[in-house]
């Protein structure tokens, strides 16, 4: 470093996730100019941030530059594995989705205490597993944004198209039916009215790769919440799937 020397070093942090990551910033003068910058070790960001993917070219210019930056861990990767590009989906609008639900549900968190985003993406790759199209993958992404966070069906429904839009909105109002017991829920009528209610079929796939997931993280609940949901899903979206 001929046209730079080294001032002094701190320690700082990084936010990742609800969470921090400790990283080692230097300070240097350039010695042509004087002017003293902040930068992180490159050897730092990609030690000590690996675990959160890819980082990204801007991020990493900005890391380097000593700017705050958001990083949270990528949980893309399964899913974009589980894709057949020779089956036409539309990767790049199913990232694009998975962007948005990742942002959105950034600083929420499951009662497993992991991301949230973990969960439609479990979602999103039981809907490709089926072998469903590209709309319904993205939907499948989506289907807690309209509810749980600031986004809107109208966005949605702008970056994505009026399919999607369709699906996120019709899960939606699904989610909002309340079972109360077998007797109240009357399960043939209320499997009817939710076929019914459902404008795409789509939207009954997506509810049913949503319930899935639910159940096989139903450990995190309460155990009268997990015989209240284990319950529903018997008289009600078993038969379904069925």
């Known amino acids: ?3 730079r020397n080294t001032v002094k ?3 700082g942090f990084v936010k990742y996730g609800m969470g921090a990551v400790k990283v080692h910033w230097r300070c240097v003068r ?4 004087g002017v003293k910058r902040w930068y992180v070790d490159e050897c730092n960001i990609y030690e000590e941030l690996k675990a959160c993917g890819s980082l990204g070219k801007e991020t990493s210019e900005n890391l380097k530059a000593g700017k705050a930056v958001k990083i949270m861990p990528e949980y893309f990767a399964e899913l974009r594995q ?3 590009v020779n089956k036409g989906y539309d990767v790049e609008k199913i990232e694009k989705a998975y962007k948005l639900a990742r942002n959105a549900h950034a600083d929420q968190k499951r009662a497993t205490g992991e991301p949230y985003i973990i969960h439609p993406v479990a979602a999103a790759l039981t809907v490709v597993q089926l072998g469903m199209d590209t709309d319904t993958v993205c939907a499948a992404l989506l289907h807690d944004v309209v509810e749980d966070t600031s986004v809107t069906l109208e966005e ?3 970056e994505f198209g009026d399919d999607v839009a369709v699906m996120v909105d ?3 109002k699904l989610s909002k039916i309340k079972f109360v017991s077998k007797e109240e829920a009357q399960a043939e009528n209320v499997r009817k009215m939710m076929i019914a209610m459902a404008k795409d079929v789509r939207v009954i796939i ?3 790769a949503d319930r899935l997931h639910n159940m096989r993280t139903i450990d995190a609940k309460p155990m009268e919440k997990q015989r209240r949901t284990a319950h529903e899903t018997m008289e009600i979206y078993a038969p379904l799937a069925h």
């Open 82 to 84: 589980a894709i057949d």
């Open 9 to 11: 070093g701190k320690t």
């Open 170 to 172: 019709g899960v939606t």
């Open 156 to 158: 949605v429904r702008k």
């Open 1 to 3: 470093m001929s046209a």
């Open 30 to 33: 350039n010695e042509k100019d």
């Open 206 to 208: 997506v509810k049913l």
